[in-house]
């Protein structure tokens, strides 16, 4: 019988341990943070004997020492994506980048059942890979939603699509240089082929240079020029050079929600999708809370919540939506990001920004350095409110704390949650 090692035991762990037992492993289960039955993390030497597998959470990373030791004795380490994957009957799809997995996967799923295709999410999305094929009744189409941390133990993943959507720093607490980062990213692309695709955003360098001696057909993906079988013109989204239907009947407001839908219409046409399917899914497709989400006008004050923009990037996308006298609202647990250039970046387009949070400070002296003066740290996301709705020339409030959220709350739903109440309190 072989022996498999699982650390972290949160969902994905748990599902993976049960898969693995499914295929006849004797499962040893490690967690350095939760005391639970068979829990192999004081065992020392012991760990290691007759161990043929290590199976790690995306909470794990490469340098845990376990993780390390593995490695050094020639002990196959894989991410619980990579393992759950190899049981996948249908054909998977992979989304990455630095923000708009959830999004385009989601999206994804939407334009595959205007098909009638027989499709699924999992991953990062929040439903382990391993629980799906334990479920059974498999899927057609698994739409799989990959984070760098579910990528960075992956050698065999082959997904007919692999979609990189953009990359930014991010992670900085995790990752020692941004390069490793970027390399985590890339391995979405690990085992495809000439009968594969790489689905890539075209618009930035760093995506442009991964896609460089890719085995898979490239298929560029770009926001900003006409390219390809799908592109912008004059507010329509354009198909084999012919207008399909215009930007401005879609939900999915902003830049980056539009380079999404055409990444989305790339795939989807290659597996079939007809005119008349892919203009009801623009014209459909409701876009996730916490993103860039319209709350509500308050005295002549919109109010955007975009909770999930944890980091700079998908802050400034959201900064380039919305318009208008912008108060910003950042602040939260801090990922080792540089806001100085963000600053430089916003100078022009925010009237005013309130931070609170754990990383107030940081942020408050990134913006002194550059000379952006019209901030103020608050205490609470309360106060931060009450700020920016009598600041000079704000008539639009986007909370987009370029942050975690894990000083205050469990995640960025009940932050974005919170934040949405008190907007509701002011309404009342």
């Not at 693995?20 to 490690?30: A, D, P, S």
């Not at 057609?140 to 979609?163: G, M, N």
């Not at 079939?272 to 014209?283: D, K, N, P």
């Not at 990383?359 to 009450?386: H, P, Q, R, W």
Request: proline share 3%.
């Amino acid at each position: 019988m072989k022996t498999a090692l699982v650390m972290g035991i949160q969902a994905s762990g748990i599902s993976a341990a049960a898969l693995l037992k499914r295929e006849g492993y004797e499962v040893r289960l490690y967690d350095d943070r939760q005391e639970t039955e068979n829990n192999w993390r004081d065992r020392g030497e012991e760990i290691f004997a007759g161990l043929d597998l290590v199976v790690i959470s995306p909470s794990i990373p490469g340098t845990h020492p376990v993780v390390k030791e593995a490695l050094a004795r020639g002990i196959r380490v894989e991410s619980e994506m990579e393992f759950g994957s190899k049981f996948l009957t249908g054909t998977k799809i992979v989304v990455t980048g630095t923000n708009g997995k959830t999004t385009t996967v989601d999206m994804l799923d939407k334009v595959l059942k205007i098909m009638g295709k027989k499709a699924r999410t999992m991953g990062n999305v929040g439903y382990p890979v391993s629980q799906v094929v334990l479920d059974g009744d498999q899927p057609d189409y698994a739409i799989i939603e990959a984070s760098s941390f579910q990528l960075e133990f992956c050698y065999t993943l082959r997904p007919k699509f692999a979609v990189l959507l953009n990359i930014s720093p991010d992670h900085m607490d995790r990752y020692a240089r941004y390069e490793d980062y970027v390399n985590a990213k890339k391995r979405v692309f690990m085992g495809q082929s000439a009968t594969d695709f790489a689905v890539v955003n075209w618009d930035t360098k760093v995506t442009r240079d991964l896609a460089e001696g890719l085995p898979s057909a490239v298929i560029q993906v770009s926001a900003k020029e006409q390219k390809g079988d799908f592109y912008l013109k004059n507010n329509y989204f354009y198909m084999k050079g012919q207008p399909l239907i215009s930007v401005r009947e879609s939900r999915a407001k902003g830049e980056h929600n539009r380079f999404n839908m055409l990444a989305v219409m790339n795939v989807a046409y290659r597996m079939g999708a007809r005119e008349a399917e892919l203009t009801a899914f623009v014209r459909e497709y409701r876009p996730l809370p916490h993103r860039i989400e319209y709350v509500g006008t308050v005295d002549g004050v919109c109010f955007y919540n975009d909770s999930k923009g944890t980091n700079v990037g998908a802050c400034l996308s959201a900064v380039d939506s919305v318009g208008g006298g912008i108060g910003l609202i950042m602040g939260g647990s801090d990922k080792k990001e540089d806001y100085c250039d963000f600053f430089v970046a916003i100078y022009d387009k925010v009237k005013f920004v309130a931070v609170t949070g754990g990383n107030a400070e940081k942020i408050y002296s990134s913006a002194m350095k550059v000379g952006f003066t019209d901030i103020e740290i608050t205490d609470t996301l309360d106060e931060a409110i009450e700020v920016l709705t009598h600041a000079e020339g704000v008539d639009t409030v986007l909370f987009s704390p370029a942050s975690a959220s894990f000083d205050r709350y469990k995640g960025y739903a009940e932050r974005g949650e919170y934040f949405k109440s008190r907007v509701y309190a002011l309404k009342a």
